[in-house]
């Protein structure tokens, strides 16, 4: 099952890889954006155009050796089992994958090219020839793509994490190098949605293990494990990992993207990649030891907290970075029936509530005061920088002092709510009072873990006693308690179970946990906001973001939010578009929808604050950094 929530480090393959903006050759599988120009969204994904490889350089000198750092070891290198995003970046050093994208949001093959001409129903992966494995194996060929394919994905007995990609495809051989796959429904997103991307994997590897159907030993295959088998398909080739020590690499002189550079000028960069002798990937748990790392010179890549993002940005023997992601904060509501903890009733299920409770919030004094500004402006379920954000024109900018609606609006808008419930909340002056007359006063949970969290949570506190006349009562918890007590649902419903709300009729076919049923089914302790989850935009491919928004019986709704417009209609016609002018005619209703109903209330989209050696030329501020690692080098 895909797991969607951000807050650990195990999450679906296909989520990290649209995350990723670290420098690795993992990263050429890193999920680009767009712009955030309201006349053409998409055109750019803002990042900083002195930066990066220059196109017209000269090639570089083969040089150093790379040092990178992680703060958390991995289980397995295995790729086909591999669900950890650290350990896809140490896969990522030694092997490409199929293809990826680049700041301009185009598809650049690596392994192979996706493309279609039939609306997105039939894909061809055109593979490219003279990819080899290691000894004895030989080339990699659509032979093996479409064996690994049906053998190992779409095989039930298989360990593969990669199996719910590939449910109701059907791939077949047309050429040596050629696979055709095809669709249950037309996609024109498919490439974005990462479904087709995979390792190559020798077929004479696994097939003893598809033989025998021994998923342990395939689990537990020494070349595998090790990466003994990568070839001429990885920028480097990995000497020795240690187990929670981390990875080391020697540089791969047969690396296949040399031979391409001699044929295609769009890769000429790499006619020499990669341009590092060696390359180390440390394992420093400790946030401290890292820092003091970079600081000394003694690596070249350290991610940072945001406390020490400005004191980095002043000091010239480190380069920072600002690299986008679509990941959120938001403040989450729960509009089920055990939410709205101060008495009857649920102002939560009101979107002018909802509303209100956004636009209380001083978006830009949040993104000063707590995260020391490194953090964006959130309206809608899309970044700015993503294809398909449909321009700040189009949306209320709930909580901006000066552009938006905040302050004294956020009291109307309230005021608006209480009058659609049969319960009789009123104001008393600036204080908000239940029917027993008493303040109201609300339950929020953040995370023990987080200095951060707890920041906020007493900036909601002052935000919502100041503009809209109730108090919070603060708490600390550990994540994994609040997800099991609170978020995730005790009482699940039966499949098929349906209800009419506001004249539409909603059915739940698969509860689960994520989303146990109707608002009466619920958690087993009552809440009323939480700050511990962050969620994934989908930037390139917002169909993805059905798993959200598809109706109120959709996959994951622990909230309990139900749409007032037809949310179904609208994924439905993003599903059939024939092309991309009308997905972004779809996607700007749908996004200008959710910034209206606030579904979770959305406050800032996280910036990952990357420390660079000064002498790396390669890293950008951009959502895609780290798409073209082998280039990068020092310029020394």
């Not at 479409?146 to 593969?160: D, G, K, L, N, R």
Request: hydrophobic letters at 30%.
């Amino acid at each position: 099952m895909d797991r969607i929530q951000s807050d650990g480090p195990y999450i679906n393959r296909r989520q990290w890889l649209s995350m990723l903006g670290v420098g690795g050759a993992a990263a050429l599988a890193g999920c680009t954006g767009g712009g955030d120009d309201d006349e053409d969204p998409g055109a750019e994904n803002g990042g900083d155009d002195d930066a990066g490889v220059d196109p017209d350089a000269e090639i570089p000198d083969v040089s150093g050796q790379y040092d990178d750092v992680q703060a958390s070891g991995f289980d397995t290198l295995n790729p086909i089992t591999n669900t950890e995003d650290g350990a896809g970046t140490a896969i990522g050093y030694a092997l490409d994958m199929g293809y990826t994208f680049n700041p301009d949001n185009e598809l650049v093959p690596l392994l192979y090219d996706v493309t279609t001409d039939d609306g997105g129903e039939t894909w061809t992966i055109d593979i490219r020839e003279g990819l080899e494995f290691s000894d004895p194996y030989g080339e990699f060929t659509a032979d093996d793509f479409v064996f690994y394919v049906e053998e190992i994905h779409q095989a039930e007995w298989a360990p593969s994490a990669n199996s719910p990609d590939w449910e109701g495809v059907e791939v077949e051989e047309v050429g040596d190098y050629e696979v055709e796959c095809t669709l249950e429904n037309p996609n024109l997103l498919w490439p974005e949605t990462f479904n087709p991307l995979e390792y190559p994997i020798p077929r004479d590897l696994i097939e003893p293990y598809v033989e025998d159907e021994d998923a342990e030993g395939l689990q537990e295959d020494t070349e595998l494990i090790e990466l003994e088998f990568t070839g001429n398909m990885g920028a480097f080739t990995l000497d020795e990992w240690v187990r929670d020590g981390g990875t080391s690499y020697t540089r791969n002189d047969e690396y296949y993207l040399r031979d391409v550079a001699e044929e295609d000028d769009d890769y000429r960069l790499f006619a020499e990649a990669p341009y590092f002798e060696t390359l180390e990937l440390q394992i420093i748990e400790e946030e401290s030891s890292r820092i003091s790392s970079l600081e000394t010179g003694a690596v070249d890549h350290v991610t940072l907290p945001p406390d020490r993002g400005e004191q980095f940005m002043d000091d010239d023997d480190t380069r920072v970075v600002l690299a986008d992601t679509p990941f959120n904060n938001i403040l989450s509501v729960n509009q089920r029936d055990n939410g709205w903890t101060a008495g009857p009733g649920n102002l939560f299920q009101v979107k002018e509530f909802r509303q209100a409770l956004a636009a209380a919030i001083d978006k830009p004094q949040l993104i000063e005061g707590v995260y020391r500004g490194f953090h964006d402006e959130h309206y809608t379920w899309q970044p700015e920088f993503s294809e398909w954000f449909p321009g700040t024109d189009e949306l209320t900018l709930w909580g901006h002092p000066e552009d938006g609606v905040y302050g004294d609006e956020a009291r109307d808008l309230a005021e608006q709510a209480l009058d659609q419930i049969d319960e009789d909340y009123t104001y008393d002056g600036d204080t908000l009072l239940t029917p027993d007359g008493d303040q109201v006063e609300l339950q929020l949970y953040y995370n023990a873990a987080s200095e951060t969290q707890e920041l906020a949570a007493g900036f909601f506190e002052q935000e919502f006693e100041e503009h809209l006349g109730f108090t919070l009562e603060l708490n600390s918890i550990d994540g994994t308690r609040f997800s099991e007590e609170y978020w995730d649902g005790s009482d699940i419903a039966e499949p098929g179970t349906t209800v009419e709300h506001d004249g539409r009729e909603f059915t739940w076919d698969a509860p689960n946990p994520s989303n146990p049923g109707p608002r009466e089914y619920t958690s087993n302790e009552a809440w009323d906001f939480g700050t511990i989850f962050g969620l994934n935009t989908y930037p390139r491919n917002p169909l993805t973001n059905d798993a959200f928004f598809d109706g109120p019986g959709n996959f994951y709704n622990p909230v309990g939010y139900y749409p007032e417009f037809d949310a179904e209609g609208l994924f439905d016609e993003a599903r059939s578009a024939e092309d991309r002018d009308e997905l972004q005619e779809v996607f700007n209703e749908l996004f200008v929808n959710l910034n209206e109903e606030q579904p979770y209330i959305m406050l800032t989209f996280g910036v990952d604050i990357e420390g660079y050696n000064p002498d790396l030329v390669g890293p950008i501020g951009d959502f895609a950094n780290g798409y073209d690692f082998p280039t990068w080098y020092f310029d020394e």
